[in-house]
């Protein structure tokens, strides 16, 4: 045992198994859902879970501790702790990173195994950018719930992938809009036996299509909603029945204002919500998953796009509303929860993840709440299988060492840092003796 800083080894996080817990003393902790911070504060964890979580005030029990243990394992004082994060949309079995439309095309052809195989290869750099839980949003080829069917067998114990649970197809009506990841409501008698036949393939949650998308050229959703109220309605209807929440792609305001009537548990995107729409999200206790990152990519590489000036300045003015609206309803005290909708056109998975949390932070909500709409706030409101998001006695043992401090800005999520996902420290970058200056080669600068 070393509690030298100077030689403080990352390998030191590491425990092997539940009889060799690990306890950190660290400069600052972030659990996931306060706002202020523990600062020093007692960590100690096994491979599985938290075992305890304290400021200086107290030491953690005997019991907690391996036998005789009276120190730390390390002291990291100039290290900031805080959960791995959750990812509440993305599309797994979709290559996020190009953006050529041809090559997305070809793509899209690939067998159901091979998308499974691709996705499966991702879960390493996922893991590695501090992602720890997917929330799928759907796809029609099964890859989602493929892996988050191998998530759920290791459940309350050592993974590889994290916590990943999948809609399988999102549900969207036969002809219009999201038919490379969803499957009609058309193909069944009545919403309820659509919704069963879900349940029976596995779905942890239901996935509604019910608008179209931002018409990029227009500025604006032109076609009308899918759904109505009362379709909506008898999907989330349904959904409750097998004890499962539904969420919904939803943006325009008159699509957005048929999910929220027919009581989802999220509503995705949200573009062009309304500031009376918000207030009904906040009364309702509704989550709002506004996903900056596929829109904002579309200014970022407008000309590989082949968009012109004047289609950009009207994804600009996009933008520029949905941050006000973002600023809003984060005043206002509306559940808003991080999701990048990774997998989408110039949006990869992981840094995609990071690139949405920067977006919100650019809009002009506080870090330290954005930081929580991908941790705690997330984990209270979607119900996931396992005490994810939050470091507190019992979560699972998923975190992010850095010497940065990401509740003041969460760009620096995207600098060297080292993960502990199930008791290993697995990212590339590790932790260095804080005494050496580091030059950071990842992040924003
Ligand atoms: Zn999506």
Not at 71 to 95: G, N, R, S, W
Not at 190 to 199: G, I, K, M, N, T
Request: aromatic share 6%.
């Amino acid at each position: 045992m070393d509690n030298d800083p100077e030689l403080f080894d990352p390998s030191k996080l590491e425990t092997a198994s539940h009889e060799a817990p690990v306890w950190v003393h660290v400069g600052r902790l972030f659990d996931g859902h306060s706002n202020s911070l523990i600062s020093p504060a007692h960590l100690v964890y096994d491979a599985v879970k938290i075992r305890y979580v304290g400021g200086d005030d107290a030491s953690p029990p005997a019991n907690l501790l391996r036998p005789g243990q009276t120190e730390p394992d390390a002291k990291l004082p100039e290290i900031t702790v805080l959960p791995m994060l959750i990812e509440a949309h993305a599309h797994l079995f979709l290559d996020g990173t190009p953006v050529d439309f041809e090559v997305r095309r070809k793509y899209l052809t690939l067998s159901p195994e091979e998308l499974l195989a691709q996705a499966r290869n991702r879960w390493p750099e996922i893991l590695a950018t501090g992602v720890g839980t997917v929330r799928d949003a759907g796809d029609k080829d099964g890859v989602g719930l493929r892996l988050a069917a191998e998530s759920a067998e290791t459940r309350g114990q050592i993974s590889t992938t994290g916590t990943i649970d999948s809609p399988g197809a999102a549900i969207h009506h036969q002809g219009r809009y999201a038919s490379f990841m969803a499957r009609p409501v058309e193909e069944f008698t009545s919403p309820a036996a659509c919704v069963a036949d879900r349940v029976a393939r596995g779905a942890n949650r239901i996935k509604l299509i019910a608008t179209g998308i931002i018409n990029f050229k227009a500025g604006q959703v032109t076609a009308p909603p899918q759904m109505s109220v009362d379709e909506v309605r008898a999907f989330v209807e349904a959904a409750r029945e097998h004890g499962l929440q539904s969420f919904a792609h939803a943006s325009g305001t008159d699509g957005i204002e048929n999910v929220i009537e027919g009581g989802v548990t999220t509503v995705e995107h949200g573009f062009f919500v309304s500031r009376q729409q918000l207030s009904k999200l906040r009364d309702r206790q509704m989550g709002w998953v506004p996903t900056f990152a596929p829109v904002q990519v579309q200014i970022d590489r407008a000309s590989e796009l082949g968009w012109d000036q004047s289609i950009t300045s009207k994804l600009r003015r996009i933008i520029e509303e949905h941050s006000e609206s973002l600023r809003l309803a984060s005043e206002m005290g509306v559940t808003i929860i991080a999701g990048s909708d990774a997998g989408s056109c110039g949006v990869p998975h992981g840094l995609g993840f990071l690139r949405e949390l920067e977006l919100m932070q650019q809009a002009g909500m506080p870090p330290v709440e954005v930081l929580k709409s991908a941790t705690g706030t997330s984990a209270a409101l979607l119900d996931f299988s396992e005490p994810i998001g939050r470091l507190a006695p019992g979560c699972r043992t998923r975190l992010i060492f850095t010497r940065h401090d990401p509740t003041v800005d969460v760009t620096t999520l995207a600098r060297e840092k080292t993960i502990l996902f199930d008791g290993q420290a697995i990212a590339g970058s590790r932790l260095t003796p804080q005494t050496v200056p580091t030059v950071d080669t990842a992040g924003q600068g």
